[in-house]
């Protein structure tokens, strides 16, 4: 089994930056890939990006490519998530997530077996 959990949410402005945290700790030796989604009530999990465990290989949602940056640091068994050039639209529920199966960047949620319980991040106008 793996654990995630998430940390770095916060209230910020527009034009704002944050950076996610992902610690993941259990048995990280079987992580393939991580994702970041994100969540807004009463809307379906959406994609942000993945990660190659081992760093290198990414996959970004088209609405985030150039103000989102994921990475992976496997020492300290951690994914981050640099957010720049914040929106309001970008406020939500984000999830760090654990691929230990298929290792694709997946976009959909079903390929992540194990998940964190999210991050509030709110981006004020």
């Known amino acids: 089994q793996v654990q995630v959990v998430e940390s770095g949410g916060g209230l910020v402005q527009a034009g704002g930056s944050l950076r996610l945290s992902c610690a993941a700790s259990?048995?990280?030796?079987?992580?393939?890939?991580m994702g970041w989604f994100r969540q807004v009530p009463g809307q379906e999990r959406e994609f942000v990006a993945a990660?190659?465990?081992?760093?290198?290989?990414?996959n970004y949602a088209n609405s985030m490519k150039g103000r989102f940056t994921i990475s992976a640091d496997n020492v300290k068994n951690t994914v981050y998530l640099q957010m720049n050039s914040l929106k309001p639209e970008d406020t939500a529920v984000y999830y760090c997530a654990a691929d230990t199966v298929f290792g694709h960047l997946a976009t959909h949620p079903s390929f992540y077996r194990y998940w964190g319980q999210g991050t509030q991040v709110t981006v004020s106008s």
């Open positions: 259990g048995r990280t030796v079987s992580i393939i890939a």
């Open positions: 990660v190659r465990w081992s760093g290198g290989n990414t």
